[in-house]
Structures are given as C-alpha cells and as structure tokens.
C-alpha cells in the first residue's frame, strides 16, 4: 500500500510517473500490485474527521488530475483496498 499521493507537488511530473509505474505494475510488480490510499492529515483527525468525510474526499482527491488518468483505478482508493483484501481473505479461508 502507498500512501500520502498528497506529497506530490503539482510541478513533480518525474514522481508522479515514477508513482504511476509502479501502480499500473511496470516497475516493481506486485501479485496483487500496489494500492494508494489517501489518509486524513493530523489536523483532520484532531478535528473528529468521521470515516465517510475522509473517504469522500479521497475519492474526490483520486477523481482529479492527475490521479484520473490512472489506468488500474482499481487500486486507487480505500473502499478498492479493503474490497480486495476481503475478497483474499475470503478465497483463503474458502480453500483451507
């Protein structure tokens, strides 16, 4: 899982395709690939950001650039994270 994609300035072109490659598999390969989360900041947390603000905005967050053009938006979010880890822990308990 990566975090903090709200580390990238506007002007860090370089990082963000170093980001996407690693993403959309090209560099660093994963079995199941890499997901990018976007968490509250302190301050949000200390002002009691509820769990739906948070995901709202980081759904809001991945649905601007440069996050839009991102072809595996299935690995961008929260929500995708956690659906696809239920999904494995369930296929795993499902064959043992």
């Known amino acids: 899982v990566l975090t903090k994609p709200d580390c990238l300035s506007p002007g860090s072109t370089q990082r963000y395709h170093?980001?996407?490659?690693?993403?959309?598999?090209?560099?660093?390969?994963?079995?199941?690939?890499?997901?990018?989360?976007?968490?509250?900041?302190?301050?949000?947390?200390?002002?009691?950001?509820?769990?739906?603000a948070a995901r709202d905005a980081e759904v809001e967050f991945f649905n601007k650039e440069p996050w839009s053009h991102i072809s595996k938006r299935d690995h961008l979010g929260t929500k995708n994270l956690t659906h696809t880890l239920g999904k494995l822990l369930t296929d795993m308990t499902s064959d043992a």
Do not use: C, F, M, S
């Open 18 to 52: 170093e980001w996407v490659g690693v993403i959309e598999g090209r560099t660093h390969p994963l079995k199941h690939g890499y997901y990018v989360t976007l968490q509250p900041d302190d301050d949000a947390r200390v002002n009691g950001i509820t769990n739906k």
